[in-house]
């Protein structure tokens, strides 16, 4: 009987215990380990913030991820020693033959002088929660959005973050003493499709949003409620809206297999450098923008490997990189990306404007992974 250790229970961890457990039920050992006990989706942040949910309605309970030969421990990992495959959590050891670091990535918010003291950031479930008591009471002035550093989880957010707060201010009808202003550091909103970042800029110069490109926020000074840039430009702001710098979380880094910041891997089949060890996801360099259904996609290569490991499986396929994003346009409407980043020789993101079928497409990614890892 193999022992298969999943650090994690995000988008990677979930969809690589349900692969296993549907393909050899009860016949091995798979535990996947997580310190939080809810799921809630990448996207629901941005409702939160917004107002358009509360917490209650967006978690999804660990409880109710139940699977046949899977356990799932609620535990913090404090210790990750790659080569013995032995994880320390703070309510004890874990060996295992097979492990999988899925664990995301977390923020620094220290690399970024200023930061912590504004605390205003929406990429945690805490922070979207904050500020949407934030929002409401903010009327006039300049809302700056800003980026503090690449890679970072969703390219589009941020997009749709200005969009959406844009749609906020002009419902309470005080849009013509607000400025909304972006700072990313990419040369477009949404690098691999031109048409999408075309699409986007369209949007925001129709509601006269200000976008500042290949720029990231260097530090804040919340004395003088200015950001620095990069280039040591200034922008000022009286909210500020903040993505805070990404790296893999401590225990990962400290188990040393990062190199800046993430765990490299093969792009192609997810194998860290060490034999039986694989990583997915936020926390992993594979190649692919850092998004959920990165995540899952690549759950799904290594649920290939393990089972041609431990139950003589067909041959995995390589992993592609693919998968489809959607956006925000705000007023209700949605598009998409389909981004296939490591098939071909080029990486290509195919836009789909707003329509109702992507409405649609959307409501369907929730509710598919609502049914498939939480039974709802
Ligand atoms: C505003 C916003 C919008 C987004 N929109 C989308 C979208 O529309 N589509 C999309 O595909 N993606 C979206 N994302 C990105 C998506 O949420 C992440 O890329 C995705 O969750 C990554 O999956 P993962 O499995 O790598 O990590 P995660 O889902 O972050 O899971 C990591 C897990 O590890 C656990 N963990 C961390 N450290 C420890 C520890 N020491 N011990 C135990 N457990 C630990 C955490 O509790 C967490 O449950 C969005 C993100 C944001 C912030």
Redesign the pocket.
């Known amino acids: 009987m193999a022992r298969i250790l999943i650090?994690?229970?995000?988008?990677?961890?979930l969809e690589l215990a349900t692969e296993l457990s549907e393909k050899l039920g009860d016949g091995h050992e798979v535990t996947v380990?997580?310190?939080?006990d809810a799921?809630v989706?990448?996207?629901s942040?941005?409702d939160l913030m917004f107002g358009k949910r509360t917490l209650e309605q967006v978690r999804l309970p660990y409880a109710d991820f139940v699977k046949p030969g899977v356990r799932v421990l609620r535990?913090?990992?404090t210790a990750i020693d790659p080569e013995a495959k032995r994880v320390t959590a703070d309510a004890g050891e874990h060996e295992a033959d097979y492990l999988v670091i899925?664990?995301?990535?977390d923020y620094d918010p220290a690399a970024t002088p200023g930061l912590a003291e504004v605390d205003s950031e929406?990429?945690s479930v805490a922070g979207a929660q904050k500020l949407s008591e934030v929002i409401p009471t903010f009327s006039a002035g300049r809302a700056l959005i800003g980026v503090c550093g690449a890679p970072f989880?969703?390219p589009p957010?941020p997009s749709e973050c200005a969009l959406l707060l844009d749609d906020e201010l002009r419902r309470r009808g005080v849009r013509d003493a607000c400025e909304i202003a972006f700072v990313i550091p990419f040369g477009a909103p949404v690098p691999p499709s031109p048409e999408t970042s075309a699409a986007l800029r369209n949007e925001f110069e129709q509601r006269g949003i200000e976008l500042i490109t290949g720029r990231r926020i260097a530090s804040l000074d919340p004395g003088r409620n200015v950001a620095v840039l990069d280039d040591g430009s200034e922008q000022p702001y009286d909210l500020f809206l903040g993505v805070p710098k990404h790296r893999a979380?401590d225990?990962v880094i400290e188990s040393g297999i990062t190199e800046d910041g993430f765990v490299p891997v093969d792009p192609s089949t997810l194998a860290t450098e060490v034999p039986g060890v694989y990583a997915?996801?936020?926390?992993a360099t594979a190649g692919v923008p850092?998004?959920?259904?990165f995540?899952e996609g690549a759950a799904r290569i290594v649920a290939q490997h393990l089972l041609a490991a431990v139950a003589g499986g067909g041959d995995p396929a390589r992993y592609l990189g693919q998968?489809t994003?959607?956006i925000e346009f705000g007023e209700g409407r949605i598009g998409s990306v389909d981004i296939d980043f490591l098939s071909g020789p080029e990486r290509t993101g195919i836009f789909n404007p707003p329509s109702a079928e992507q409405m649609a497409l959307k409501e369907k990614f929730g509710a598919d992974r609502r049914a498939r890892w939480f039974g709802r």
């Open positions: 650090l994690g229970a995000g988008f990677g961890g380990i997580d310190k939080g799921f989706f990448g996207y942040k941005l535990e913090t990992v899925a664990l995301g990535a929406f990429y989880k969703c957010a979380p225990v997915v996801g936020d926390c850092k998004a959920g259904v995540a998968g994003c959607y």
